[in-house]
């Protein structure tokens, strides 16, 4: 069992450049309590560069977490080049970390 944060991809116009995503739980004391990094993925697990990705063509990225203990936690992303051109403001006019989502275990 664990949580699923299910994310849609679909890019307007043709991407010149790979990108990769953090997708993060985050406690009520911002604490990162489970992570995920990397490119997308599609539903049979095989990753797809973003550079390779139609426009106006929908892609379902899953990533799953292990089931965190009970409480509050925040569902934060952010989209980034990999390493060494780091963090990329592609998603938020607020800046590169956006919250997804606040979820509850129960």
């Keep these: 069992d664990g949580v699923q944060v299910k994310l849609w991809w679909m890019p307007d116009t043709a991407l010149a450049q790979d990108y990769s995503v ?4 985050v406690d009520g004391a911002g604490q990162v309590v489970a992570q995920t990094d990397g490119p997308p993925t599609d539903q049979g697990g095989t990753t797809v560069n973003t550079s390779q990705m139609e426009p106006d063509h ?3 990225d899953v990533r799953t977490f292990p089931m965190p203990p009970p409480g ?3 569902v934060q992303m952010v989209v980034y080049h990999p390493p060494p051109e780091g963090l990329v403001n592609l998603l938020s ?5 956006v919250t997804v989502t606040t979820i509850t275990v129960p």
């Design 22 to 25: 953090s997708v993060r739980l």
């Design 93 to 97: 006019s607020q800046g590169e970390l």
């Design 58 to 60: 929908m892609l379902l």
């Design 72 to 74: 509050a936690y925040t």
